[in-house]
């Protein structure tokens, strides 16, 4: 189930009132956009909003910070990677690929190494396990 649940537009027994209803006894955050008092399907958001059972929806940032999700600006520290690291050669091949590009996809890193799947897997494991590199969405991988 996700973390919040918003609500646009509903009558007062449309479907989106029941996965309201099911959201807020579950104990999620439900979030209602309220539209024209006139308006027949704002009647839901408006009832929802009126009965404390969903917070009321004005913009991104509200919901955000409602949410706990602010992005926190971190300063970043860039760290030294080990000194006497002991690499293996198939290791000491995958760094020396991504010495040359900021970021490669693990398909790349493949052709580009001429060594066979499950030892890029292999070296690319360790490497991470030793934080000489970081996996990044998409199957990405960078040095660190």
């Not at 919040?4 to 956009?33: C, P």
């Not at 926190?72 to 010495?99: H, M, P, W």
């Amino acid at each position: 189930m996700s973390d919040a649940t918003i609500v646009i537009e509903t009558a007062t027994k449309g479907g989106s009132m029941i996965t309201a209803e099911l959201a807020y006894n579950y104990n999620r955050d439900v979030f209602a956009v309220p539209g024209k008092i006139t308006d027949h399907k704002s009647e839901g958001c408006i009832k929802l909003i009126q009965q404390n059972k969903a917070i009321l929806f004005y913009d991104a940032a509200q919901f955000m910070e409602a949410m706990g999700w602010e992005e926190k600006k971190k300063n970043k520290i860039k760290k030294q990677r080990e000194l006497f690291i002991q690499l293996t050669d198939d290791e000491k091949i995958i760094v020396a690929i991504l010495n040359e590009k900021e970021m490669m996809a693990i398909d790349e890193l493949y052709l580009k190494s001429t060594l066979s799947s499950s030892s890029v897997a292999a070296a690319i494991l360790n490497l991470e396990m030793n934080n000489v590199i970081v996996g990044l969405p998409g199957k990405m991988y960078r040095l660190v």
